[in-house]
């Protein structure tokens, strides 16, 4: 039953999801990217229309894995070249599901718990990604350390290959 009034209200669903969306954009970017329709002007604004519609598809059936990898790679690309954080990158998988609340909500009102629980829910995606911010900044400090230890390693080597006089030290 959910999934016919999902593919009823698709449309209605997939403009409200591509407007958030475009809201996490700075004012006059997120502006042309709503106005204009040409895929070869507005590249980006083309791309997420076009990857959340194929993400949307794949919900309502059998998620075929290769699929979503390829149209989640698709916008994650652009929002990395964009400087999104990490979360802000991904924020826009939680943005669907604000678009079905805001959408449907006419046909899930009712149980007061119920209203409770989808604003419990939208807290408890807000920790998911600031842990994934976390997660992120400790991988960045990780590879860091790691580049460090090797450039000190090169260093040390070089230093002792040059007192040794295997190498020469002067350029």
Same mark, same amino acid.
């Given at each position: 039953? &959910? /999934? #016919?009034?999902?593919?009823? %209200?698709?449309?209605?669903? =997939? +403009?409200?999801?591509? *407007?958030?969306?475009?809201?996490?954009?700075?004012?006059?970017?997120?502006?042309?990217?709503?106005?204009?329709?040409?895929?070869?002007?507005?590249?980006?604004?083309?791309?997420?229309?076009?990857?959340?519609?194929?993400?949307?598809?794949?919900? &309502? /059936? #059998?998620?075929?894995?290769? %699929?979503?990898?390829?149209? =989640? +790679?698709?916008?994650? *690309?652009?929002?990395?070249?964009?400087?999104?954080?990490?979360?802000?990158?991904?924020?826009?998988?939680?943005?669907?599901?604000?678009?079905?609340?805001?959408?449907?909500?006419?046909?899930?009102?009712?149980?007061?718990?119920?209203?409770?629980? &989808?604003?419990?829910?939208?807290?408890?995606?807000?920790?998911?990604? =600031?842990?994934?911010?976390?997660?992120?900044?400790?991988?960045?400090?990780?590879?860091?350390?790691?580049?460090?230890?090797?450039?000190?390693?090169?260093?040390?080597?070089?230093?002792?290959?040059?007192?040794?006089?295997?190498?020469?030290?002067?350029?």
């Amino acid at each position: 039953m &959910l /999934k #016919e009034l999902l593919e009823k %209200k698709k449309a209605a669903i =997939l +403009d409200r999801w591509f *407007r958030l969306i475009l809201e996490t954009y700075p004012g006059d970017t997120s502006q042309f990217l709503k106005q204009e329709k040409d895929p070869f002007v507005n590249p980006v604004g083309a791309t997420v229309s076009r990857e959340i519609n194929l993400l949307y598809d794949e919900l &309502l /059936k #059998e998620m075929d894995s290769e %699929k979503v990898s390829v149209a =989640l +790679d698709n916008i994650i *690309r652009i929002r990395c070249v964009q400087d999104f954080s990490a979360s802000r990158a991904v924020l826009f998988i939680h943005h669907l599901k604000r678009a079905i609340k805001e959408e449907l909500a006419g046909e899930l009102q009712g149980d007061p718990m119920f209203r409770e629980w &989808l604003t419990f829910e939208s807290n408890i995606d807000h920790l998911s990604l =600031l842990a994934f911010d976390i997660y992120m900044k400790c991988r960045e400090k990780i590879y860091e350390i790691r580049l460090h230890e090797m450039k000190d390693q090169k260093d040390s080597a070089f230093r002792l290959m040059a007192r040794s006089g295997l190498i020469s030290d002067e350029p």
